[in-house]
T-cell receptor, first 110, second 115 residues
Framework: EDKVVQSPLSLVVHEGDTVTLNCSYE??????LLWYKQEKKAPTFLFML????IEKKSGRLSSILDKKELFSILNITATQTGDSAVYLC??????????FGKGTRLSVIA | GAGVSQSPSNKVTEKGKDVELRCDPI?????LYWYRQRLGQGLEFLIY????????KSGLPSDRFSAERTGGSVSTLTIQRTQQEDSAVYLC?????????????FGPGTRLTVT
């Protein structure tokens, strides 16, 4: 059974800190790994990763995939209160829909 | 509109009643997905539609749940004889296709509360 595990489940940091969120997976036919930010109800897309070792970057957020060790990390530098959200990792295996992890709840306090 | 829309945004119903949740995908998107998210939990896949193919219903938790997609566009998720454990946010997403590496765009969700 395909599985996606995120850690930590929750995290509290101060503004300006750097955080690293982890996502490990076990799937039968890996196609891609996606990161989403969920603030209220609808997740919003952050990154899609398909190749190992290639960093994707958007502003203060960056992510990288390791297909050998079956994990990905999402880094957020110089955190702001607006970064407070649940960050979801999802993996696409073969032609199946995405399998989501339970998410990491990030709280950034001023 | 440019995004996925869902209605209603909130629904409160009594245990045992039937409910219908609606999803309007992005125009031109052939794939449509329904997910459920219970409080504090991750997204749980329910069902997806891809073009004219038979839907993948493997995630539906019981036979009280069903979904239709008419004309390859609008979809309705129906929950019959609702139970309290059905309380959750129901999210719909659409994408250009399924078999390739397309991003899913999510709607705002419907928060269902069964009392």
């Amino acid at each position: 059974e395909d599985k996606v595990v995120q850690s930590p489940l929750s995290l509290v940091v101060h503004e300006g800190d750097t955080v690293t969120l982890n996502c490990s997976y076990e799937v039968t036919n890996f196609r891609s790994l996606l990161w989403y930010k969920q603030e209220k109800k609808a997740p919003t897309f952050l990154f899609m990763l398909t190749s190992s070792g290639i960093e994707k970057k958007s502003g203060r957020l960056s992510s990288i995939l390791d297909k050998k060790e079956l994990f990905s990390i999402l880094n957020i530098t110089a955190t702001q209160t607006g970064d407070s959200a649940v960050y979801l990792c999802a993996v696409r295996s073969g032609n199946t829909p995405l399998v989501f992890g339970k998410g990491t709840r990030l709280s950034v306090i001023a | 509109g440019a995004g996925v829309s869902q209605s209603p945004s909130n629904k409160v119903t009594e245990k045992g009643k039937d409910v219908e949740l609606r999803c309007d995908p992005i125009s031109g998107h052939t794939a449509l997905y329904w997910y459920r998210q219970r409080l504090g939990q991750g997204l749980e896949f329910l069902i997806y539609f891809q073009g004219n193919s038979a839907p993948d219903k493997s995630g539906l938790p019981s036979d009280r749940f069903s979904a239709e997609r008419t004309g390859g566009s609008v979809s309705t998720l129906t929950i019959q004889r609702t139970q309290q454990e059905d309380s959750a946010v129901y999210l719909c997403a659409s994408s250009l296709g399924l078999a390739t590496l397309y991003e899913q765009y999510f709607g705002p969700g419907t928060r269902l509360t069964v009392t």
